[in-house]
């Protein structure tokens, strides 16, 4: 009865050794990918190389050598090898030169023969320094690479940026902690903090600030991240506001970010609504950046999360600047902004070579005193696309004035209604036509209105990733 085999993960070092490829194809490049940058001398031994391992070789980053696989000859390079791979189509091969490697104790892997391996290679996440290791034990190859996706979705694409930051400040944090206990304390409280964002961007003389304040027991200093939530589906967040949504210690957040995206946020994070509507505003926007300023001034992580992307029509410039003028750091992360969203759950490109070089965003907000003041001129052009957001409340005007200008009334519009949620409406028509066809279907905030001929370029179900979002045809 065979034993089963067991694994113990370990992490080697490679640098100034010595590491054997045998074969040139598809896996042995694979394997390659594996190898290169982990200071080891490559040699490749295959009849024929691929372009991208013959790259390496012209590049002086591996030895090749291209003459037959004999007994002798393999016997006599082994005892120079740290590592062999066995990694080519020929079975047969890949057992003999493991054989030869076990006689030479010089731990080989042949590639999909666990019984003859001493050794496999895990999926892994590489961040260097921080590496992690899936392995299954050969069980599930495809389950190790499904949860190395899901952690190349968690781990900031920088961490080695903050690993390496750490590691350098080592050396005068021990000087200055003697105790185990209070180093350990303050690591934990950097990583809680604003000093580690810091770090993962590169910022390292603020990184090193928020670190000094922490080893002299000073109150740690706030931040605001200005956080794009996307319009409306929570598959639609980048990695980046997971991140910071996961970190915060309160969360601002407006009318147009939905409970999914809310249910994203730490549990335990404070959640202030702060949303406005058209004539309605639960909290003024002056009064939205005090609040900001007196959270980020008490020493909290502070996510302002905003439909669609902070700078566009989100009023994160203006936030950002009255933080910046109370020295607050502002850390802005965007979003998928309801033009780009709301189109593609449509399935209406916004620009396209037939008919639209271009594309306009505006915001259909009137003014103070009523009036909807656009460029109507440069508005009213053909082989362009004009997109509007937040102009419900002034879709007549809009219409009569862009006809009034020079477009016809039977130039071709959309409106859509919560884009990419699964309750998405998408109303066509024309700028004749649509005032009375969105007041037939009782459409209300939010929507976003797509005007050009791009919409007869419509493709209704032609997108899979937004099969979940019901879109409801007009009668």
Same mark, same amino acid.
């Given at each position: 009865m065979?034993?089963k085999?067991?694994y ?14 045998i074969?040139?194809?598809? !896996?042995?490049?694979?394997k390659?990918?594996?190898l290169?940058g982990?200071?080891?001398?490559i ?7 691929t372009?991208?391992? /013959? =790259?390496? *070789? ?5 030895q090749w050598?291209?003459?037959? !696989? ?6 006599a ?5 740290a590592l062999?791979f ?9 057992? $003999? ?5 076990h ?12 019984a003859?391996?001493?050794? !496999? ?5 590489? $961040?260097?320094?921080? &590496? ?16 190395? &996706? ?9 961490l080695?940026e903050?690993a ?12 200055a ?11 934990e ?5 604003? +000093?580690?964002?810091?770090a @993962? ?6 990184? /090193?600030?928020?670190?000094?304040a922490?080893?002299?027991? $000073?109150?740690?200093q ?22 910071l949504?996961?970190n915060a210690?309160?969360v ?7 409970d999914?995206?809310l249910? $994203? *946020?730490?549990r ?6 702060? +949303?406005?509507?058209?004539? %309605?505003?639960t ?11 007196r ?5 909290? =992580?502070?996510? /302002? ?8 029509f989100? /009023?994160? #410039?203006?936030?950002m ?10 850390r802005v !992360? ?11 759950a ?11 070089q ?16 656009? %460029?109507w001129p440069?508005?009213?052009?053909? +082989? &362009? ?5 937040m102009?419900l409340?002034?879709?007549?005007? @809009? ?6 200008? #020079?477009?016809p ?7 859509v ?7 998405q %409406? ?11 066809r969105?007041?037939?279907e ?10 050009g001929?791009v919409?007869?370029?419509? +493709? ?16």
């Open positions: 065979m034993t085999a067991s113990l993960p370990i992490a080697l070092r490679l640098d100034q050794c010595q590491v054997l490829l074969g040139g194809g598809a !896996i042995a490049t694979n390659l990918r594996l290169l982990r200071g080891a001398h040699h490749v031994w295959a009849s024929r190389i372009s991208e391992i /013959r =790259r390496s *070789v012209d590049q002086g980053i591996v050598r291209d003459d037959p !696989i004999e007994d002798g000859a393999l016997r390079l082994l005892p120079q090898m062999v066995a990694a080519t189509d020929d079975d047969a091969l890949n057992k $003999r030169v493991a054989e030869c490697a006689q030479q104790r010089v731990p080989v892997c042949a590639v999909d023969d666990q003859v391996s001493s050794f !496999i290679t895990p999926a892994f996440v590489d $961040r260097t320094p921080v &590496q992690v290791a899936i392995t299954t034990e050969g069980a599930s190859p495809v389950l190790a690479r499904r949860l190395r &996706q899901k952690l190349e979705e968690l781990l900031p694409s920088n080695g903050a390496r930051f750490m590691q350098a400040q080592r050396g005068w944090i021990k000087e902690l003697p105790e185990v206990d209070e180093r350990r304390r303050v690591w409280a950097f990583l809680d903090g604003v +000093g580690y964002e810091a @993962l961007a590169g910022e390292h003389e603020r990184a /090193r600030e928020s670190l000094q922490l080893v002299e027991g $000073r109150e740690r706030g931040e605001v991240w200005l956080v794009g939530a996307g319009p409306g589906h929570p598959d639609l967040l980048t990695l980046a506001a997971l991140r949504m996961q210690d309160s601002l957040y407006d009318s147009l970010v939905s999914r995206i249910d $994203r *946020v730490r335990d994070a404070e959640r202030i609504y702060v +949303g406005k509507k058209a004539s %309605h505003h909290l003024p926007q002056r009064d939205i950046e005090a609040e900001l300023l959270r980020a001034q008490r020493g909290e =992580r502070v996510l /302002r999360l905003k439909g669609g992307d902070p700078f566009i989100g /009023r994160g #410039g203006e936030e600047e009255a933080l910046l003028a109370h020295n607050i750091p502002v !992360i965007p979003g998928v902004t309801a033009a780009s969203g709301c189109g593609a449509a399935g209406i490109p916004l620009t396209h070579r037939d008919c639209a271009s594309c306009v965003f505006v915001t259909g907000h009137a003014r103070a005193d009523g009036v909807l003041n656009l %460029h440069s508005l009213a052009q053909p +082989g &362009q696309t004009v997109v509007v957001y102009g409340g002034q879709i007549g005007v @809009l219409c009569q004035q862009l006809i009034a200008h #020079g477009l009334d039977s130039w071709p519009m959309a409106v209604y919560r884009g990419t949620c699964a309750d %409406h998408v109303v066509t028509g024309t700028l004749g036509d649509m005032p009375q969105v007041q037939k009782g459409l209300s905030s939010p929507v976003l209105m797509i005007i001929e919409v007869h370029h419509r +493709g209704v179900g032609a997108f899979p990733a937004f099969n979940a979002f019901a879109s409801k045809e007009e009668a």
